[in-house]
């Protein structure tokens, strides 16, 4: 993953999040509302991608809180996913949290990288 820029990551994570989030939408026969977060923030996040990758720092910070809250946010989907045992649910949302911890990763490894650069 060290050779991807986060810009990269995370508007992979936008377009799986848009993608899927769609995907649980209008396949369900009992389509919920909620089902649109993870679309929303997926287009946030892609909206923001021209601002990460110019290393805009304030959008950067948005990007990674927002991507920390889609994280949180996944984790109750999962959990009912898991108690219904459906398996399709389960898999669509691990591939969500999946490509949000990445981002994540990504995140925080080039803040570290920022921040080794200003030391020396």
């Known amino acids: 993953m060290n050779n991807y820029l986060p810009y ?3 508007g992979f994570n936008a377009l799986i999040l848009i993608g899927i989030g ?3 939408y209008f396949q369900s026969q009992t389509p919920s509302p909620t089902a649109f977060i993870p679309v929303v923030f997926g287009v946030l996040l892609l909206a923001m991608n021209s601002g990460i990758k110019s290393e805009n720092k304030i959008i950067a910070h948005i990007a990674v809180t927002a991507t920390l809250l889609i994280l949180i ?3 109750m989907p999962l959990k009912s996913a ?3 045992s459906d398996v399709g649910a389960i898999i669509r949302v691990s591939l969500m949290l999946l490509t949000t911890i990445l981002a994540l990763v990504s995140f925080i490894q ?3 990288k920022a921040r080794k ?3 020396s």
Do not use: D, M, N, P
Request: hydrophobic share 40%; net charge neutral.
């Open 8 to 10: 990269q990551v995370s």
């Open 22 to 24: 769609a995907y649980g």
């Open 73 to 75: 946010g996944l984790l």
């Open 82 to 84: 898991l108690g219904k």
């Open 110 to 112: 080039s803040f570290i």
């Open 117 to 119: 650069e200003r030391e």
